[in-house]
């Protein structure tokens, strides 16, 4: 079946410091691959997706390349800020079950000044 | 873009109560989903509809969960004889056609059994 399988938190970073949040996946096929954000308080909210091997999605200053070879779809962004304080969720899309997402446990991030 | 509205956002219930929520999609969206969250994790996929079509439900989904979506526009999702276990946050989103649309989430509806 598909999985999704993300670092734990609470990942705690300076402001201005340089994150990674690793995301690794299980599926047959070829799915599609998504980071979703959920602000405190808030509900979850696309942050960027790719849909095929090498396919770089990016918003917002976050990236994340979908690499086939690993089965990895990593969150990167240079200089995080206290506004990025948030849960993120790795999930996936298997084109063969129905569109419906599989997700990841989320990764909680803290960003101190 | 009025995005997805899910209601009530907090319930809180004796074991034993029925309950019912209810999710409005984004008015384009053909498809509908409901996700269940509880802490700590994920959401986890619960059932899916196309228009008004209910076309896969989740092995999550015992026999006390029913979800509708009469006129392929709103839906709602009951729970009878509600258990601790029950208590989680229940999410909806919905999406246009198409495998890889990404699907936009409401701010979910947190159920509480006392």
């Known amino acids: 079946g598909n999985s999704v399988t993300q670092m734990e938190g609470p990942v705690t970073l300076s402001e201005e410091a340089f994150l990674t949040i690793n995301c690794t996946y299980t599926?047959?096929?070829?799915?599609?691959l998504f980071w979703y954000v959920q602000y405190p308080g808030e509900g979850l909210q696309l942050l960027l997706k790719a849909t095929k091997a090498d396919d770089k999605g990016s918003n917002k200053g976050f990236e994340a390349t979908y690499r086939k070879e690993t089965t990895s779809f990593h969150l990167e962004k240079g200089s995080v800020q206290v506004s990025d304080s948030a849960v993120y969720f790795c999930a996936l899309i298997n084109t063969g079950t129905a569109s419906k997402l599989t997700f990841g446990t989320g990764t909680r991030l803290q960003v101190t000044l | 873009d009025t995005g997805v509205s899910q209601n009530p956002r907090h319930k809180i219930t004796k074991r034993g109560q029925n309950v019912t929520f209810r999710c409005d999609p984004i008015s384009e969206h053909n498809r509908l989903y409901w996700y269940r969250q509880t802490l700590g994790q994920g959401p986890e996929f619960l059932t899916y509809?196309?228009?008004?079509?209910?076309?896969?439900k989740s092995r999550l989904l015992s026999d006390r969960f029913s979800a509708e979506r009469p006129k392929g526009s709103f839906s709602t999702l009951e729970i009878q004889r509600t258990e601790q276990g029950d208590s989680a946050m229940y999410l909806c989103?919905?999406?246009?056609?198409?495998?890889?649309?990404?699907?936009?989430f409401g701010d979910g509806t947190r159920l509480s059994i006392l």
């Open positions: 509809f196309q228009n008004e079509a209910q076309l896969e």
């Open positions: 599926a047959t096929g070829y799915p599609s």
């Open positions: 989103a919905s999406s246009p056609q198409g495998s890889v649309q990404p699907q936009h």
